[in-house]
T-cell receptor, first 114, second 116 residues
Framework: AQKITQTQPGMFVQEKEAVTLDCTYD???????LFWYKQPSSGEMIFLIY??????QNATEGRYSLNFQKARKSANLVISASQLGDSAMYFC???????????FGTGTSLTVIP | EAGVAQSPRYKIIEKRQSVAFWCNPI?????LYWYQQILGQGPKLLIQ????????DSQLPKDRFSAERLKGVDSTLKIQPAKLEDSAVYLC??????????????FGEGSWLTVV
């Protein structure tokens, strides 16, 4: 079974609008971490935001927020006020505390339209 | 604070040739990863080091890939002989200490390999 599922291969959003990128995960661990990374065409994976499984509040980092719904095992990324520079691939990832691996999803390609 | 450094950035080689990639993790990060990312896919873990010991190399094609981290800092990933399907971006990453942003991993810019 896939540990991380991203069902949106590609998304479009108008500049200055908000967009939600979906991510669901599968784990039997009680303690784990969820992450989002941005990968522009240059190839570097840029860390955006982190949510711990025990964190009661949704994480926020500037224009990024993580909509964490533990019961549904979802960790959606919300980007507010989209900018042209937000066009990139976005990867959801999970780290289980019992193991050492980071599991990555297949990514969502976001295109911001002027 | 300096990020994860990788070199070379780009490499084009012919099949059956060899190539080596170098990585210097963020200072103080004991855990180092090598990932392979084929175009259009998510990163796939090749090998994980804790200091200079191997933690997980279950997905490393050991007949052609090798990696080492002799002094627990820098690491090299070697492919010999290369195949066409090895064309990918090779990402090196290192992990933050426990308690810092959930042990998140930070990536280098990647080494783009094209095998022709």
């Amino acid at each position: 079974a896939q540990k991380i599922t991203q069902t949106q291969p590609g998304m479009f959003v108008q500049e200055k609008e908000a967009v939600t990128l979906d991510c669901t995960y599968d784990t039997s661990d009680q303690s784990y971490g969820l992450f989002w990374y941005k990968q522009p065409s240059s190839g570097e994976m840029i860390f955006l935001i982190y949510q711990g499984s025990y964190d009661e509040q949704n994480a926020t980092e500037g224009r990024y927020s993580l909509n964490f719904q533990k019961a549904r095992k979802s960790a959606n990324l919300v980007i507010s006020a989209s900018q042209l520079g937000d066009s990139a691939m976005y990867f959801c990832a999970m780290r289980e505390d019992t193991g050492n691996q980071f599991y990555f999803g297949t990514g969502t390609s976001l295109t911001v339209i002027p | 604070e300096a990020g994860v450094a990788q070199s070379p950035r780009y490499k084009i080689i012919e099949k059956r040739q060899s190539v080596a990639f170098w990585c210097n993790p963020i200072s103080g990060h004991a855990t180092l990863y090598w990932y392979q990312q084929i175009l259009g896919q998510g990163p796939k873990l090749l090998i994980q080091f804790q200091n200079n010991g191997v933690v997980d190399d279950s997905q490393l094609p050991k007949d052609r890939f090798s990696a080492e981290r002799l002094k627990g800092v820098d690491s090299t990933l070697k492919i010999q002989p290369a195949k066409l399907e090895d064309s990918a971006v090779y990402l090196c990453a290192s992990r933050a200490p426990r308690g810092f942003k959930g042990n998140t991993i930070y990536f280098g810019e990647g080494s783009w390999l094209t095998v022709v």
